[in-house]
């Protein structure tokens, strides 16, 4: 229901921007969020949007680099990420949170960002 796109391998420096639409469901219902797992790690929260788009939160290492968005007109939801790292290695899922509680409701399948040194 949650279809994230526009992950790939990027050198360090490089960038990329993430995508997520939906099929059967208004995105503008929801607190988007971003979420990372690099391999052998926990998932990891990156960046969340609020239903309007008027506020927006990103956990330490991506602030200054990432910037999450949305275009609920189109049913989308962004994340633009500069200035990758190694580090940021990771599948990015995008999740939608039905009640602002930061417990998502419902995941894409996930993208994968590859960053070589």
């Known amino acids: 229901q949650l279809q994230a796109s526009g992950g790939g391998l990027v050198q360090a420096g490089g960038s990329l921007r993430l995508s997520c639409t939906a099929s059967?469901?208004?995105?503008?219902?929801?607190?988007m969020g971003w979420i990372r797992q690099a391999p052998g790690k926990e998932r990891e929260f990156v960046a969340a949007?609020?239903?309007?788009?008027?506020?927006?939160y990103y956990t330490d290492s991506v602030k200054g680099r990432f910037t999450i968005s949305r275009d609920n007109a189109k049913n989308t939801v962004y994340l633009q990420m500069n200035s990758l790292k190694p580090g940021d290695t990771a599948v990015y899922y995008c999740?939608?949170?039905?009640?602002?509680?930061?417990?998502?409701?419902?995941w894409g399948q996930g993208t994968l960002v590859t960053v070589s040194s």
């Open positions: 999740a939608a949170d039905s009640r602002g509680n930061w417990l998502y409701d419902y």
């Open positions: 059967g469901r208004t995105l503008s219902d929801y607190v």
């Open positions: 949007i609020n239903w309007s788009g008027s506020r927006t």
